[in-house]
């Protein structure tokens, strides 16, 4: 027999064993190829031209999918070497040399991965309109994305797919030249541990993993809390809670489940039940393979999961933001462009409008928070801040009441309500014009009335309206910022036809204070801006997710994929004593729901306190966006699950 | 009392050109209490005989009853359920699960029945008691011998307390002196709890433990020995003999 026809064969034979590996490897180069072509598409470039993140952030996501990508093909393909190793180790056996051998592997292996770079670009080509729609939906944009083939994505896959070539060929030639014929045969069982009884060690690290996990936790919800935290220093914080919590990980599966499974078995006294046999015996059997590898599926799961979270609360919280930054439909400053409401009457469009006198002070608020321990926090507390009258303020909020000297700060959310906290019922004093007046602090609100452009995302104070005379006296325009006209419109049809006139009289609406040049945006307009920031962030955070989710979910496939025909010999056994395929399967459900689901739940919960540490930073709402990624992310988690139960299934039923 | 009937058995594997015939027409009887060896040089059907005749194969035709039941007529599933309530089975390379310990591994064939805790105890108990494993109980597969590990093989397959033990090759993978120590074992059980045994085997001292031996050749049973009131010994150098007239090379390895 040739070398060639040799090839051929184990070739036909590995495609139909291997087929995952080769449709992972498939839509590997799917994913990378068609996300290369999105990035070079004309139309997206357009589309993304507005915010110069969005470029750099494909840039790196590129960079984090080849990398992904390569961590993974390495990973399979190491595994895979692994189950073939009493092939190898035949070939060596009927007197193959190693380099023979390695270039038969070799041969195999570049024309299988050529085939599926091949095919991958076909499907990913197409695949990126698809992704290309997804992406100008997320924007919200009106556009008609065209297919079009770029020679530049095109060379970049080509090299990055040849590179990732030669490293699959050195690890294989590796792999192959340093295993000697003996352990060659033994390869497959290397990572089973040998069942030792119970101990005193196996059981400190066990408790000690599941302690880890609870203090990373409970650091990660004192975060931002400096007083109750051993750490001044935010990122060492975030260090330890990140290594506790990994380490923890990694001891739990180590230790803590063998540790929990041992104490359940002890109680059996040797009479167990067959799903038993089938799932908690072979898991504890197999617990030192697998740990590292389900610690860290279990961390990237939290990884992607969290980031997924994070950019979908960025995105899903846009309106909220845009309408914080531009509370009204439309804003006018210093009476700059106020021939609007003219041109809006004329056009017949039906509006309201609240006005706004406005001043500014600085403030000390220091004397709000108490003790401001964090020293990362280093923000000056000394700030300006924008204050209006209560009779204005009573536009939107009707029953508010203050007395003389007291105030009420509005518009304090997010970020700064959650770092720093205002007492209410505290005093603190103002600065205006070398003039200080002191005030009482009678509540917070969360409630925006001044455009972005005044307050630059700080509070607003609300004073009695004498307070305000006293302390707008001798404020000009010139100097700061006096007056708004906020604009909501009846009707939503006429918003297409508002902003035009709006943009059209842009000229008139720019207003010069202290030197400094400011154009007020409309809500549309600021909505648009975050949307085409996030909905980017929340699609690249989407497709590298993907990419994560398709490691995870493959390694766990391969592994149990591994695993079952390993077992095979056992189900034999069990068959021919007279278990059917229906009481080993109830076994098969059990040891799936381990494996899959314990690093999925772990791993969730890894996100879910990661999220809850620091989604104010991100956005306004937090449960929604959570729930809704955690639920896709499981859902297509699920799939392999699925079918690595069938292949259990199928090993099964063909065992006797 | 008649436990196996087996009636013209046949066993045909491949397709219709390449068909090979391995069993041709095989008739068989097998009373309660009776331990049966079957012998006879290799690709015989010895073991594709017991296969089909413990329910694991299917014949290509011909019927097989087990107390009276025909097997074709069963599901996987009753067919599973009826191997492990009726049947016990000992294989030649053990069979045990890793990772269980002897005990676990003994008591498999209960792990879904409902049988109370204690009764299958003191079952293990009188087993472990009369094969002698009553020490290694809480060891694993890969701490304990081959002649244990057979020995425990055989305890799971009599936990059940089944009409018939199905042993295919038990010694083969045995040294002398734990093959006869098995055997010995089988024998005791066999004659104290009237268990039926079956045992397929090319090795003619364990054949000679047992009280009736078919030779089969070409898959067709080709003469049989009852051991009657001879003396292990005097079995032994009659079914050497048989051996010899069967042809070949008779002691097949």
Redesign the interface.
Known sequence: MTLSRLVLRSMRKNVKHYYLYFFALIFSVTLCYSFTTLHHNPTVVEALKESGTAAAGFQSATFVLYFIITFFVLYANHLFMKRRSKEIGLYQLIGMTKGLIVRLIALENIILFIFAVALGMVIGFFSSRLFAMILIKLLKLDLVIELVFSPKAFTQSVIIFSILLLVILFQMTWMVYRVTLLSLFHASKKADERIKRFNFFQMTFGLLGLLLIVYGYYESSILFDAEKSLFKDIFLHMLVILASTILGTFLFFRYSVSFIMNIFRASKKGHLKIRDVMAVTQIMHRMKGNAKSLTLITVLTGLAVGIMSLSYISYYSSETRARQFSPYDYTLVNDKGISFLDRLHQEGIEFKKDTYRVAEVTFNFQDLVGDITNENLTFSTESSMYVISLSDYKQVVPDAQINEGETIITSYQNMFSEVVPLEEGGDFSVQYHNEEAKFVLKEVQEKFMLSGTITMASPVLVVTDTAFENISANQTSESSFNYQVGVNLVNSEDIPKAEEIYTDIQEERKLVVNGQEYLPLSYEEEKQGYLSIYGTTIFITAFLGLAFLLTTGSILYFKQMSEAEMEKESYTTLRKIGFSTSDLMRGIYAKQAFNFGVPLVIGLLHSYFAVKSGWFLFGTEMFTPLVVTMVLYVVMYAIFAVISTQYYKRIIKASL | MTVLVGRKIKKTYGKKSTAQEVLKGIDIEVNKGEFVGIMGPSGSGKTTLLNVLCS?DHPTEGVVEINGKNLRNMK??QL??????Q???V?QDY???????V??NI??????SKLP?AV??SRLKELVKLLGITDI??K?P?EISGGQKQRTSAA??LISSPTLVFADEPTGALDSKSATSLLTNLENINKQKSVTIMMVTHDSVAASFCSRVLFLKDGAIYTELYRGDKTRQQFFQQILNTQSILGGDGYDA
């Open positions: 694991i996987e599933k599973a359920n009826f191997r492990r309530e049947l016990g089975f294989f069979n045990l699960l890793d990772t269980l310990t005990k676990e008591l498999l064939p209960l792990s879904i805790r299958a105890e109980l809480n694993y890969n799971r397959a």
